[in-house]
């Protein structure tokens, strides 16, 4: 009979559970219990800072945040970086929202017209997650409650060609500036280049519109070499035009750069000796066709490798008129020599060396 005892203790077990189960939820349903779940604790709402917002100029700079907790003082970090390393500490400090700072010694350390990041930190040690600004020192105009796009939020700084540069090649080089920021969309770019500084006539006249990058490269022979040209750029919305110089915002363009465009000389044609000639003597007279336009100076070397490192003879200084020259000194006999010359222009532009000859000393 034992083996029938476990089997029938386990389903009396069963049925005993499921009697008092039973009876429980119908004791509770009639309220003789009570509530249930008098044991669970109510968690307090989590606290911290939502609905942040800032506006960044120089001179002053407002952080406004919506706060649930228990703090009294709040701190305003600030960073170049979304990870706020070196930030500024304690760039602004407050008693409620918004924090205003209006001491414009701490911008020392920072430049317009840049992406910055921040937070707010309670004196609990509760701090905010990273928000985004932009610093604009520029103040708008507002009309009818909207920001007023002309002119433009402030002006391009030039970088290519720099201020009195010599362009080579006026077929393979582009402009160069800033980009500007322009709100949420892209800024276009009114360009120009004259060979006079008050920008009357003009060479190029060109709105890019939208440009990323800022970059633009002029058309095939628009620009003619020997010449000096005056250029500037100006950041403006893709519907509306720079101011004037002499208005009220002539100050949205760029600064004038200039730049001359080269005009270097041909490179002369070497004619005597020929190449794997002998000379009659150590110092050999060397004959040349002259270079287009003529030019203020050649230039001649002659050096015992064709690399033109082991230098025997050089000048730098020969007469644009002359087509010959003697070799005074610094040649041997029985030596293997190289040659190459190049010309210089009046405004000192240098020509290409002309292709190198070699000769033999007696």
Known sequence: MDKYRTPILALSLTVLTLAVVSTFLTLNQRGVLGDTTSNEVDLPT????????????QGEASFSFDYDGVGTMFKV????????????????????????????????????????????????????????????CIDRKVTDGRIDNTPPYYPPNLLFPLNGAVILNPNYFSFDWTDVLDGPGRPGYLFQVSENSSFEPRVLDQYLYAATP????????????????YWRVCGTESYSVCSPTGTTYADDWSPVWSFRVANPPTAPV????????????????????????????????????PGMTQMAYQKA??????????????????????????????????????????????
């Open 46 to 57: 989590q606290m911290g800072f939502s609905s942040m917002e800032s506006s960044l100029k």
């Open 77 to 136: 970090n600030l960073s170049l970086l979304p990870s706020m390393d070196n930030a500024y500490p304690v760039f602004g400090l407050g008693k409620d929202s918004p924090v205003v700072v209006s001491d414009p010694s701490k911008w020392n350390e920072y430049v317009c017209d840049k992406v910055y990041y921040w937070t707010v930190e309670d004196d609990q040690g509760v701090v905010s997650e990273v928000q985004q600004a932009y610093a604009d």
């Open 214 to 229: 800022s970059l633009y490269r002029p058309p095939t022979d628009s620009l003619v070499k020997g010449k000096t040209y």
């Open 270 to 305: 070497l004619t005597n000796p020929s190449t794997g000639a002998s000379t009659t003597s150590v110092k050999p007279l060397l004959k040349w066709r002259a270079s287009t336009p003529r030019p203020a100076v050649y230039q001649l070397q002659v050096a015992k490798n």
């Open 317 to 362: 200084n020969i007469a644009g008129s002359a087509t010959q020259f003697t070799v005074p000194s610094g040649l041997v006999i029985k030596t293997k020599y190289y040659w190459r010359m190049r010309a210089k222009s009046s405004t000192g532009d240098w020509g290409p060396w002309s292709k190198k000859r070699w000769f033999m000393t007696p």
